[in-house]
C-alpha cells in the first residue's frame, strides 16, 4: 500500500505560511534541497489544494527554477499533480489534474492503488486537504521541518480536527542551519 506523506514546513508557532500565504521566511540550503530531491524520487503523485498549487505552478515551470534546482524542478514538473480545488477548472500545470469531489474516497483508493506496487502520494503545503485528510485519518507520515522563526500569524499546519489524534515521533533529523525535520506516524492508543 502507498503513503501518504505530509512535508511542510512549519514555524515555531505551528504555521506552514505566513498570513499572506508566503514562505520567503524558511531559508534553504543544499543539505535541505538535496533532502527534497530525494523526497521526490520516492514519490509518485503530488497532491495540492488551491493556494499552494498556484503558487507550485508559479515557480516550478519558469527557466530560473530550472538553473536554481534542476533535479527538483524537473521532478516537480513531471510528477503527476492532482488539484483539489472548487475554482480552478482545468489545471495547466503539466501532469496536472482536478481531484474528486471526495477527496476522502479517491485518496483511499490512490492509496490501494488497485493493488498494484506505488510510491508515496506527497502533499506539499495545502493545509487544507492536510486537515481534511488528518481528520479522515488518512495520512501515514507528517514530516514537519520546523525553522527557527515565529510568525505570529499565518497558516496553521493543520486546523480544527475534532478529535485529538496521537501521534509516535519516528525520527528527528537536525540540518545545518539548525532547521529540524520531525517524522510523525499516527498511534491509534486503543
Known sequence: MRKVIVSNLMSLDGFFADKDGGLDWFQVDKEFLDYAAEMLHEADTLLFG??????????????????????????????????????????????SRLGAADIGEEIASLKHNDGKPGKNLVILGSGTIVNQLTRLK??????????????????PVVGPIGDKLLLGLKSVRKFGTGLVMLTYTYNDPL
Open 50 to 95: 488551491r493556494a499552494t498549487y498556484e503558487l507550485m505552478a508559479a515557480y516550478w515551470p519558469t527557466d530560473q527554477a530550472g538553473k536554481d534546482q534542476f533535479d527538483i524542478a524537473e521532478r516537480m514538473n513531471h510528477l503527476p499533480k492532482i488539484v483539489y480545488s472548487r475554482t480552478i477548472k482545468s489545471p495547466q500545470w503539466e501532469n
Open 138 to 155: 488518512l495520512i501515514d507520515e507528517y514530516r514537519l521541518f520546523v525553522h527557527s522563526v515565529f510568525l505570529g500569524e499565518g497558516k
